[in-house]
């Protein structure tokens, strides 16, 4: 299993080698997975991006296999635990793929770091979070503490899913399933370090110091970072690239991977 000791944990992460040995060689792309998820989470695009790059897969602080799993965490932190692995495995530079919570991390490591970032793409997730998220969060988190935990992940799917997933009794139960027997499964104390983080995202990041191309993007249904949010970002900077992907909410990433896959395949090859 590999783990590094960086940073007061152990951070577990996956690597896979681009699957084309002929192919040339390019930055690794840095999958930063979101809120309350791990590298699993990444899963229906591991497959077809490695036919083409390399991927770098972190279980972010406080969630996953990466140890201690309750911990402090912030912003400050995650960036530290992202440059101190690539420092361990000697990578100079990346290409960043996040979403949600890990697409505003990918938008801080390309700010503190921009020589070691060659690409980002940001989905469903904006350089700062909304005050309005945190306090969803924090709801979140004590109705977790007061609810069955199975019906807690229903509630969770509300936020990520479009309304035509609940149309399929057979498809939320084998997400509930899915969730309940995960193995790394979040503890609610690890959910709890996590949701008091989210803080820490609220300052303005120096987007002046930005140094590579960015592509951002979310779901036309995605109630957590509206097109419309996605809109007035990109008309306030117009150097960003900007896709709403269509039947899709916040975790757009698994229902339209196809899609999803193509608009990263497509900005890493712009790059």
């Not at 109630?223 to 008309?235: D, N, S, V």
Request: proline share 8%.
């Amino acid at each position: 299993m590999p783990v590094v000791k960086i940073n007061g944990i152990s951070l577990h992460y996956q690597y896979h080698p681009c699957d084309q040995t002929s192919a040339p060689a390019t930055p690794p792309v840095l999958l930063l997975a979101g809120m309350a998820s791990d590298s699993a989470s990444w899963q229906p695009a591991i497959v077809p991006l490695r036919q083409q790059h390399s991927l770098l897969i972190p279980d972010n602080r406080c969630t996953g296999r990466t140890t201690p799993q309750t911990i402090v965490s912030s912003r400050d932190a995650m960036v530290t635990d992202i440059l101190c692995l690539l420092d361990e495995l000697g990578i100079e530079r990346v290409n960043i793929v996040g979403h949600s919570m890990g697409a505003m991390l990918g938008w801080a490591l390309a700010c503190t770091a921009p020589e070691r970032v060659t690409s980002l793409v940001s989905a469903a997730g904006l350089p700062s979070i909304v005050p309005a998220r945190i306090a969803l969060f924090k709801s979140l988190r004590t109705l977790r503490s007061e609810t069955n935990e199975r019906d807690w992940f229903g509630l969770l799917y509300q936020f990520l899913f479009c309304p035509e997933f609940f149309e399929n009794p057979d498809a939320i139960e084998a997400a509930l399933n899915g969730s309940m027997s995960y193995p790394h499964k979040q503890a609610l104390s690890a959910f709890s370090c996590q949701v008091d983080a989210l803080e820490s995202f609220l300052p303005p990041l120096p987007l002046e110091k930005l140094a590579c191309p960015v592509t951002l993007m979310t779901g036309s249904q995605d109630t957590l970072m509206t097109p419309r949010m996605l809109q007035t970002f990109g008309e306030a900077h117009p150097e960003v690239r900007t896709v709403v992907v269509e039947n899709a909410a916040h975790a757009l990433h698994w229902e339209q991977p196809e899609t999803f896959v193509r608009i990263v395949l497509d900005a890493l090859e712009a790059v």
